[in-house]
């Protein structure tokens, strides 16, 4: 039986993928990065550890103890904790933060994959275990999108598309083809709540792929807290890319949206 080591950050996403890889044989040695992990990801390993994201040498001291050769990356980890000092990183974890050209999203995660080949742990795609969750194109709601929202999401698909080139975010918040609010380091419930702020309801939410994924980590993601932050917001349509991005706990997030008068379309 192979092992696989999840390194978990928050939300149902590394949940759902350590039930997939139980359910296909693996040995899963789950890593909690985040206080705010879901523990339910314990259910579904032979083993669960606490390690937080900034320790990377206790990190990879785990995964070579525990025989680990190959990770997966998933859950939401915001690039913001680096900048606020919610997390004190060890001498090794500053010494690959220093080393970097940049603190962009891509540049981050690379240097950690590097890290963790390093040691002879590989780092495979984060959609391997649940492509199911990716919506194929198409309205996923009861409502569709009116004429002027379909012009919004056509103009804030191709804003966001723009807005991952340049490695910065993957949502956008637009209203009558005007940009409400581009996501940076606060990431998508922040960028949304700003948005819908500045956009006094109406506004659509348009979340796509980096136009060069990297599908080890960071593939968009949505989920129940992206519909209650487009609800406080007054938002009224969330625009996915097809097949491209995952949608946990579809059945829920469709009923919610449904019952606010929301359209949700992957396109």
């Known amino acids: 039986m192979e092992k696989l080591g999840i390194l978990a950050g928050a939300g149902k996403l590394p949940v759902e993928c350590a039930k997939a890889a139980k359910e296909l044989g693996y040995e899963v040695y789950a890593v909690a990065l985040l206080k705010e992990t879901d523990t339910a990801i314990s259910e579904f390993s032979v083993d669960y550890k606490q390690i937080s994201v900034a320790q990377l040498e206790a990190i990879l001291n785990y995964l070579t103890e525990n025989q680990i050769h190959l990770v997966t990356m998933i859950g939401k980890v915001t690039k913001e904790l680096l900048f606020n000092n919610a997390v004190i990183p060890d001498i090794k974890m500053l010494q690959l933060i220093m080393s970097l050209p940049n603190r962009n999203d891509d540049t981050i995660m690379l240097a950690f994959v590097s890290e963790l080949e390093k040691a002879g742990i590989r780092t495979f795609d984060q959609t391997a275990l649940i492509k199911k969750l990716m919506p194929s194109r198409g309205t996923i709601t009861k409502r569709e999108p009116t004429e002027a929202e379909i012009k919004d999401i056509e103009f804030g698909m191709k804003v966001a598309k723009e807005l991952g080139r340049l490695d910065i975010g ?98």
């Open 170 to 267: 993957q949502t956008v918040v637009v209203k009558n083809c005007a940009v409400m609010a581009l996501e940076a380091i606060e990431g998508t419930d922040a960028c949304i709540l700003r948005g819908g702020k500045l956009a006094g309801g109406g506004a659509v939410v348009a979340k796509v792929a980096k136009p060069k994924q990297d599908n080890r980590f960071d593939v968009p993601t949505v989920g129940l807290k992206t519909l209650e932050s487009m609800i406080e917001a007054g938002a009224t349509v969330l625009a996915i890319e097809a097949d491209n991005t995952l949608l946990v706990e579809r059945e829920k997030v469709a009923a919610l949206a449904d019952d606010k008068g929301i359209a949700i379309v992957a396109c």
